[in-house]
């Protein structure tokens, strides 16, 4: 079992920065290495979107919307998937989940909120 877990979200400014995180709690490291990890994200009334996936061993992919703002990463070692986000807009505002997807099958975390705002 993995249970992703979100933290990091919050209120910032139009053009400012913010880093999500999440933990893979609840899985072995071994496990976590063999996961597709991704971002997504869904703003009020809107159908949740892909923002960005890291399959394992392999390199970010980006919604169109967010590539050359956002940056997705990961640390095997302390289990963990990161997004950078930078240039921030107000259409980023969303609830944030993780997602993992592995061969024992698909896990959401509960969201985290980012509002974009002035």
């Known amino acids: 079992q993995v249970q992703p877990v979100e933290s990091g979200g919050g209120l910032v400014q139009p053009g400012g920065s913010l880093r999500l995180s999440c933990h893979a709690s609840?899985?072995?490291?071994?496990?976590?290495?063999?996961?597709?990890m991704s971002w997504y994200r869904q703003a009020q009334g809107k159908e949740r979107e892909l923002v960005a996936l890291?399959?394992?061993?392999?390199?970010?992919n980006y919604a169109d919307s967010v590539k050359g703002r956002f940056t997705m990463s990961k640390n095997n070692a302390r289990k963990m998937v990161y997004l950078d986000m930078t240039s921030l807009k107000p259409e980023d505002t969303a609830v944030y989940f993780c997602?993992?997807?592995?061969?024992?099958?698909?896990?959401w975390g509960q969201g985290t909120q980012v509002t974009v705002s002035s």
């Open positions: 890291l399959p394992k061993g392999g390199v970010p």
């Open positions: 609840r899985s072995i490291t071994s496990t976590f290495n063999g996961l597709d």
């Open positions: 997602h993992a997807q592995g061969p024992y099958g698909s896990f």
